[in-house]
């Protein structure tokens, strides 16, 4: 059974930066595409960034660009994201995903490609 556990979150000032960790587990990690979501309350959850097996293929939401990077060492089953110059809109509780879709080198951003999720871990940016 795969496991996703995120870290990291936690309430930071506008301007300030955060780095989350989701740590998988239950199978082989690098050959599995990965993703970041947010989710405010009353609204859907949204793709952040997501990063193909290899990880040599990323990509973001317009909002984040320049700002977030995502990362992975599969060596160590941990996919990152670094959120730098964080905005009271970047608020939000931030999951991790991965799929059981076969894919080195392909992405996805769909909520509905992604297989397992984490449990969230809350990002607060106060003005």
């Known amino acids: 059974q795969v496991q996703l556990v995120e870290s990291g979150g936690g309430l930071v000032q506008a301007g300030g930066c955060l780095r989350l960790?989701?740590?998988?587990?239950?199978?082989?990690?690098?050959?599995?595409?990965m993703g970041w979501f947010r989710q405010v309350p009353g609204k859907e959850r949204e793709y952040v960034a997501a990063i193909s097996g290899s990880g040599g293929t990323t990509f973001y939401l317009d909002s984040v660009k320049g700002r977030f990077t995502i990362s992975r060492d599969n060596a160590k089953n941990t996919v990152h994201l670094q959120m730098n110059s964080l905005k009271p809109e970047d608020t939000a509780v931030y999951y991790c995903?991965?799929?059981?879709?076969?894919?080195?080198?392909?992405?996805?951003?769909?909520?509905?490609?992604?297989?397992?999720w984490g449990q969230g871990t809350q990002v607060t940016v106060s003005s």
């Open positions: 960790s989701c740590a998988a587990s239950g199978r082989t990690f690098s050959n599995y595409a």
């Open positions: 995903a991965t799929t059981t879709t076969y894919s080195p080198d392909t992405y996805y951003l769909g909520e509905y490609e992604y297989d397992y």
